[in-house]
């Protein structure tokens, strides 16, 4: 068997992350071949080192069975690979004609732009795969769909045999994605090797021919489409050793604190980001959130402080109305949040550490009189937490953006709990931790649950979740598909509801 | 070793800066000693120009007072994410809007001084309100639009000097303020006059605001993290419109001190610049009121030594502008001097350690 | 005088012809600026560009006797300033802003202090030889446009084609589509096997370029000499021509038009009637309240170039 791509121990560590750990993957010319796997596998880190944007560390890429060197896009294209970025690489202001030829124009006379070519030939390339394209349209003016398909324009002209497609049907409707498929089988049936990124099992399932499930940064396994199922993939995907102790169950659960009832929120473009969510998070327990990266948990936490401006529903807090107030009323009520991105909305990261942890607080006491900081509280506020939290740092004066990940998300960490909220939102926080700092953040989670706080937690670590919630929640799509005990679930069911399965028990 | 190695990474900022302000004068003196003007001997004379005599020194002072006032009306919008490079127009404005005061209403010092000083603000302030609020409800980069602003506010000025208000005499000016709306000169014969003090009250207030306020470390997040800032319940949009505002003011502040206290009118192009100064100022003051302080001294020597200089050594005083020209160039640079800095330090250190 | 009489002794060809003479130097570095900004990069410093090249046409055109060759060195020092701006603001990825202001203050100190050390006096350089004007005979004998066209810096010439070129570059030639892509989205052109970076360079370096000569004009052709800060915030006025412009050729193009028929209306209307209709300053402080206002109205539906201001950032985690 002859492979049209072969890639080679690919070897890739960003930092402390190892991305891809001797990656061995080969695919057949002609064939679809997906790469599934959850957030963080390595999967679009792969796809990136075969298009040249990023360098792995070591590691051999075949094409045809000869070695090739891929230091840039540029070398890429040379070999025949193209890429489909999640992320359109196009020009709103320029028509389609002109994003597909960039780089490459046909000339006339070596000077001028060849006008007529550069849409006919548009036009005919989209005419032989059926893509239906209007050369001249402006690429600003068209749909997501559209804009999908002068990506792969802009691919087939460079005369690409090897296409990537890194997650595609991300941000397409439905319909769209069927139109994809029809896209990808003509593709397919001209000769072109397709490799398909995606963590969406079902389409997995209807569009490849192999499968190469990654986790960890490292391939699990690759089987042929009719070998394999849904369930089957999940299992690989997400069943990894469950080597952490499941937290103790909780003391006492009382009345609902946060109560969310139909909310939905739409975003700049008019999107639903949100639909009809609803749910209530109960003194003593953890309400985890389980989802794909992607599927409206941004947007609930934003909602939920009063970032995102909601266009239906109601938020109350305690039984007081939470929903259209400013985001300082809602935080003063008790919800401390330990949001998503830590450097970007936890800390600012240019402050010192006591500026840091009395941020939000400033004008709140003891720590103000609504007007004159008092630096003698800042001080002793801040003593205390590092003493308590255990915050390795030189001094209190240290500006934070020199710590560790893990002493940044403590500094966090202990200032959304210093001021004693009754509801806690912990978005994603353990992400990029080590161990220790995961287990630091996870037994404080705990202690305050047992202390009779509401819990929301959501990761992107179905592990996590399971390992510390009291029910969860699946969302997709920006809507609530279900919410389980966690003693009445398994992880396979979850992920098959995470990537848009129905709900259906399959025993272990 | 290890605890001056600390101290100088710990101070990275200030050595870098320090560092880009050597090799600034260092081109200087080439340019001077390539040009055929012997650099040593200027430098002897600037440094008398400076602060050769009181006079010369009061000299200075003057001009570091408007620096001052102006490098902190910078400072204070840069502090929240605004950089207001319009203090020239509004520095203009303030200045106008006390002079008018100055001369045409007629009240005890106590009352009018403080006055015809508010007038300054507000004028400043109010003016700044334009490219504040394009900011933060239109978009619109506040570089640019300071910028454009600035020729209008020149041009009206100009044109009620001209055309509108009554001039005494030749010179392009308004007539002269009351007595009751000057500052007193503190040193008889010499420019240096009791706005001195206000130049302080202005730096112990920035000091105060950006430190010891809920407001100023509202306004300081906000500068320096955006998301995070509305992400704690901080409004945003409200804390640049002020910091703004706020700028534009203190610039009007110090327009109206240059007419109460050197001037005593509104003369036409009074100000050489003293608004585009004002960013080099605060660049080189680390944005910090302090270090404002420092940079205006710096910088009013410079004004006065170097005019004095060209009196005596034949090196044109547009030296000054030159200077300031390849200061912010290097100091726009910093990051590549401070990030070559830190190597050296950690570079040597880790060498030293090698050897023992 | 009746108001008609007005009308009449103020729109003349004279009107025409001063409005043509004062746009030239706008006219070239306001392109120069265009092509500059395309490319996602926004230098404020034009006014310094512009001084620097004044400044080195005069002193070229002095000490060799040609004009031609004052232009050459004009082009050759712009071409210096653009390339210390190209490297502090693009390599080095400082504000673009501060590396602007801080060439105009370079440009103003540095040309005032070398004329004082060249001629021992300031002010001023002597008179200089200048540019031909434009002397053709046969245009005399068409009406109106012999007396619009002859007498013109052949600079003129340029000026004029300028935008047409710009325009056919811009949007019929692959480079012009390049061009226009790192200033739209440099990624979309890095991932074809572009670099953005070299992209930005040469639209810098072209702007720089082309803002020397717009400065030379001032000194070698429009007068026969430079004097300290002769530009007079002409940068600044091609630089809100190119935003009132849209960045667009056509665009500019007409604002620099507009900008100079306004300077040109206000010198005539002074003359022509009693002042104190409308007063100049109004006039002259014109572009600059109508850029706000475009800035104004633009920002909310996006005109110039999308990734105008910011440095190019390669892909990386």
């Known amino acids: ?464 979740i399971l390992l510390l919630s009291t029910r969860i929640a699946v969302i997709y799509k920006g809507s609530i598909v279900a919410i389980v005990n966690k003693d009445e679930t398994t992880a396979e069911d979850l992920g098959l509801m995470m990537l848009g399965g129905t709900y259906e028990h399959i025993p272990a | 070793m290890n605890t001056v190695k600390k101290f100088l990474l710990k101070r990275e900022d200030v050595f870098s800066t320090l560092i880009a302000l050597l090799i600034a004068f260092g081109i200087i003196a080439i340019l001077l000693m390539s040009t055929g003007r012997p650099a040593g001997e200027a430098f002897y004379y600037f440094i008398k120009g400076a602060f050769g005599n009181v006079e010369n020194t009061s000299n200075t002072i003057s001009r570091v007072i408007p620096l001052t006032i102006a490098g902190v009306a910078f400072l204070i919008g840069a502090k929240c994410a605004v950089f207001n490079v319009g203090v020239e127009g509004q520095l203009i404005l303030g200045a106008m809007a006390s002079a008018i005061v100055g001369y045409i209403v007629h009240l005890p010092a106590i009352i009018h001084l403080p006055l015809m000083l508010l007038a300054g603000m507000a004028a400043g302030g109010l003016y700044a309100f334009i490219p504040a609020w394009l900011k933060t409800k239109r978009g619109v980069n506040e570089i640019l639009s300071t910028i454009m602003l600035n020729y209008p506010a020149t041009f009206f000025t100009h044109f009620l000097v001209l055309k509108v208000l009554p001039m005494e005499g030749v010179v392009p000016a308004t007539p002269k303020i009351d007595a009751t709306a000057r500052f007193a000169t503190l040193i008889e014969g010499t420019r240096l006059h009791a706005g001195f003090v206000v130049a302080i009250l202005v730096v112990v207030f920035a000091y105060f605001l950006l430190n010891k306020t809920s407001i100023g470390y509202e306004m300081r997040a906000v500068g320096a993290n955006k998301e995070a800032a509305r992400f704690h319940g901080i409004p945003v949009e409200k804390r640049m419109i002020t910091a703004f505002m706020l700028s534009g003011a203190l610039a009007g502040l110090a327009g109206a001190v240059e007419v109460a206290g050197v001037h005593y009118r509104f003369l036409d192009q009074f100000s050489p610049g003293y608004g585009y100064d004002s960013i080099t100022v605060a660049m080189v003051g680390l944005m910090n009121p302090i270090g404002v302080v420092l940079s205006a001294t710096l910088f009013g020597a410079l004004k006065t030594g170097i005019l004095d200089m060209s009196i005596y050594t034949e090196i044109p005083r547009q030296l000054t502008t030159l200077i300031n020209g390849i200061v912010v160039l290097l100091i726009a640079s910093k990051e590549m001097i401070r990030s070559s800095f830190s190597k050296l330090v950690r570079g040597k250190e880790e060498f030293k350690q090698e050897k023992e | 005088m009746t108001f008609l009489d007005i009308i009449k002794s103020v729109f003349t060809i004279a009107l025409v012809y001063s409005t043509i003479r004062i746009s030239i130097s706008i006219l070239i570095a306001g392109m120069g600026e265009m092509i500059t900004e395309r490319s996602g990069v926004l230098n404020i410093g034009v006014e310094g560009v512009m001084l620097m090249g004044a400044w080195a046409a005069a002193i070229g055109s002095y000490f060799s006797g040609s004009a031609w060759i004052g232009l050459l060195c004009a082009v050759g020092v712009a071409l210096v300033i653009g390339l210390i701006f190209s490297y502090i603001a693009i390599t080095l990825k400082a504000s673009q802003a501060i590396a602007g202001l801080a060439i105009t203050l370079l440009a103003t100190g540095l040309s005032g202090y070398l004329l004082q050390i060249i001629f021992e006096h300031g002010g001023n350089t002597p008179r200089v030889p200048t540019l031909p004007n434009i002397n053709l005979a046969f245009l005399n004998k068409i009406p109106v446009l012999g007396r619009i066209i002859n007498d013109q810096s052949v600079l003129m010439i340029f000026a004029l084609l300028l935008p047409i070129l710009l325009y056919i570059i811009f949007y019929r030639t692959p480079w012009g589509t390049w061009l226009r892509a790192a200033g739209e989205n440099p990624k979309a052109l890095a991932v074809v096997g572009i670099n953005p970076v070299t992209v930005r360079y040469i639209a810098t370096l072209c702007g720089a370029m082309l803002g020397g000569i717009g400065g030379a004009y001032l000194s070698i052709s429009q007068t026969s000499m430079f004097s300290e800060n002769m530009v007079a915030g002409r940068g600044f006025i091609a630089l809100a021509a190119v935003i009132f412009g849209n960045v667009k050729p056509r665009g500019v193009f007409a604002a620099c038009m507009f900008f100079a028929f306004m300077d040109a209306l206000q010198m005539t209307l002074q003359t022509a009637v009693p002042d104190n209709i409308i007063p100049r300053e109004v006039f002259q402080a014109l572009p600059y309240i109508l850029t706000v206002v475009i800035l104004a109205i633009n920002m909310a539906k996006g005109g110039g170039p999308a990734d105008i201001g910011n440095p190019y950032e390669k892909e990386s985690r």
């Open chain 1, 1 to 464: 068997m002859s492979y049209i791509l072969e890639m080679r121990g690919i070897y890739k560590h960003f930092g402390e992350v190892l991305a891809n750990d001797h990656v061995d993957l080969k695919v057949e010319a002609g064939t679809v071949h997906s790469i599934v796997g959850e957030n963080g596998a390595g999967k679009t880190t792969l796809m990136c080192i075969l298009y040249g944007l990023y360098k792995a560390d070591s590691g051999q890429i075949f094409i045809d069975g000869k070695e090739v060197d891929i230091n840039s896009p540029s070398d890429a294209i040379a070999n025949g690979i193209g890429m489909i970025h999640q992320h359109f690489k196009l020009i709103p202001a320029m028509t389609v004609a002109e994003n597909v030829m960039l780089g490459l124009e046909p000339r006339k006379g070596k000077i001028f732009l060849d006008l007529k070519q550069i849409n006919q030939q548009t036009k005919e390339l989209s005419d032989r795969y059926g893509l239906a394209v209007d050369p001249k349209a402006l690429v600003g003016n068209i749909s997501v769909g559209i804009k999908q398909r002068v990506e792969i324009l802009k691919v087939l002209y460079h005369k690409a045999n090897i296409m990537i497609l890194d997650e595609p049907t991300a941000l397409l409707t439905p319909q769209e994605s069927e139109d994809l498929f029809r896209v990808i089988n003509h593709l397919r049936e001209d000769g072109k090797t397709i490799l398909f990124i995606s963590h969406k099992l079902k389409e997995i399932m209807q569009i490849s021919d192999r499968i190469t499930v990654m986790r960890d940064g490292k391939i699990v396994d690759t089987v042929e489409k009719r070998d394999t199922n849904e369930v089957k993939l999940a299992r690989m995907m997400v069943g990894r050793d469950v080597f952490l102790k499941p937290a103790p169950a909780p003391k006492k659960v009382d009345g609902a604190v946060l109560k969310v009832e139909d909310v939905s929120a739409v975003n700049e473009f008019h999107r639903p980001v949100l639909t009809d969510v609803s749910f209530d998070v109960r003194s003593g327990e953890i309400l985890g959130i389980a989802g794909i990266d992607g599927n409206g948990q941004t947007e609930l936490v934003r909602a939920l402080i009063g970032l995102q401006p909601i266009t239906k529903g109601k938020i109350t807090l305690k039984g007081k109305q939470m929903d259209h107030k400013p985001v300082k009323l809602i935080r003063d009520e008790g919800i401390g949040v330990v949001p998503e991105d830590r450097l970007m909305e936890g800390l600012v990261v240019d402050f010192n550490v006591q500026e840091n942890l009395f941020l939000g607080l400033q004008r709140n006491k003891p720590f103000s009189d609504g007007k004159l900081i008092s630096w003698k509280a800042v001080r002793k506020n801040a003593d205390d937490l590092v003493k308590f939290f255990d915050i390795r740092t030189p001094n209190n004066e240290q500006k934070v953006n020199l710590l560790s990940g893990g002493n940044q998300q403590k500094i966090i960490v202990a200032r959304e709990l210093s001021h004693n909220p009754e509801m806690i939102i912990a978005a994603q926080p353990t992400r990029g931790l080590d161990i220790a700092a995961t287990d630091f953040v996870h037994e404080q989670l705990i202690k305050q649950r047992d202390e009779g706080k509401a819990i929301l937690l959501l990761s992107l670590s179905l592990d996590e």
